[in-house]
């Protein structure tokens, strides 16, 4: 049987370039590889405040995201978390196979919840991993692609497969991440010291953003003493993060990219970044204009639902029937 390969992305806030980089503009070579299962995780975007008609608006532009960056409908399955209930069902079992002790300890939670009142920290915010975990097994996945800070919500996943197929036997199949070389965690433009994320306005590049925005972005980007252009993630944080974006864009070896920018200033660097990213986002952003005018998402969201229901009902029904539930 061939390898199966899923991957999800949260419709909050607007998509950054470190989305696009450490997932998106792979998902379209993965085809090729085996069979693919990509959603939008907009159950997971409800773990956080968002508005009714942003969520809405979020998961068009997530879905014409995925198409624009060329995935091809007919080689993959692409739907919405929300339209397949099975994931909200196996929460429900799955939810008593994690502990409260190991959820508390996920970097992301903590991240998030250090910065929210702890009144209004959702439920859902803490059992995140969980509903996560269940994405991933409903399609008994063996490879999921994601950036570096999607590691410990994995590795999660396959401490409950372990704990769970030890007590039933083997019921659930055992998944690894997958992430790229270069380009797993880009960092942010004004800070590169912490990861670009969809919140932080002021040193990301959003796919949305006009080309004249991106380019001032990349030309104000921080970066550091001196004027080699050199890999040096300590010492360099900014130009190395650059050097990452360059490298990623052109299919290079950051070590590639070295080499094109012996004795060049920062200042003909960052322009050759910018036109890089330009380059690719341009047409990019031609193609999720076309595909949201013609409303193509929408027969190729409800064919995936379809898709991905019949496949997760399968292992939805093992479950049950493994932890004792009365089939009849
Ligand atoms: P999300 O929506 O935060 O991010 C989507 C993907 O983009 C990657 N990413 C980055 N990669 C490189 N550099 C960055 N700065 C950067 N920022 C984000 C993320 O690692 C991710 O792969 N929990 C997931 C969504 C999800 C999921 C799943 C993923 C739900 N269920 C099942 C895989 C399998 C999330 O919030 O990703």
Redesign the pocket.
């Known amino acids: 049987m061939s390898e199966r390969i899923?991957?999800?992305?949260?419709p909050?806030g607007q998509l950054?370039l470190?989305?696009y980089?450490?997932?998106l503009r792979n998902l379209p070579k993965m085809t090729d590889r085996g069979e693919c299962i990509f959603f939008i995780?907009d159950l997971?975007a409800l773990t956080l405040p968002i508005e009714p008609e942003t969520l809405r608006q979020n998961s068009i532009d997530l879905a014409s995201f995925y198409l624009a960056a060329g995935l091809d409908p007919k080689k993959v399955t692409l739907f919405l978390q929300s339209s397949v209930s099975e994931h909200a069902e196996l929460n429900a079992i799955m939810q008593n196979y994690l502990y409260m002790g190991e959820l508390s300890r996920m970097t992301q939670f903590k991240d998030k919840a250090s910065k929210m009142n702890e009144s209004a920290i959702g439920l859902g915010l803490f059992a995140y991993p969980v509903?996560?975990a269940c994405?991933?097994i409903l399609y008994d996945s063996d490879v999921?692609p994601?950036?570096?800070?999607?590691i410990q919500?994995v590795e999660i996943t396959r401490d409950l497969v372990n704990r769970f197929n030890n007590r039933y036997g083997k019921v659930l199949n055992m998944p690894k991440y997958e992430i790229r070389k270069v380009?797993?965690?880009?960092?942010s433009l004004s800070d590169p010291t912490v990861?670009?994320?969809?919140s932080d306005p002021k040193g990301d590049i959003f796919l949305k953003d006009d080309m004249k925005t991106v380019r001032k972005k990349i030309m104000s980007a921080v970066t550091d003493l001196g004027c080699e252009v050199k890999y040096d993630p300590e010492n360099k944080p900014g130009i190395s993060n650059l050097l990452t974006i360059y490298a990623a864009m052109k299919d290079i070896s950051i070590e590639e990219a070295e080499k094109e920018f012996v004795g060049k200033r920062y200042g003909e660097f960052k322009t050759a970044v910018a036109d890089a990213v330009i380059a690719e986002l341009e047409p990019f952003q031609e193609r999720y204009k076309q595909i949201v005018a013609n409303k193509e998402y929408e027969a190729v969201l409800k064919e995936g639902a379809i898709k991905a229901k019949e496949m997760a009902h399968k292992t939805l029904v093992r479950v049950q029937e493994a932890v004792g539930l009365l089939k009849i």
């Open positions: 899923l991957t999800g992305i949260k909050t950054t470190g989305n980089i450490g997932v995780a997971h509903l996560m994405d991933i999921i994601v950036g570096e800070d999607q919500h380009g797993a965690r880009i960092m990861k670009m994320s969809k």
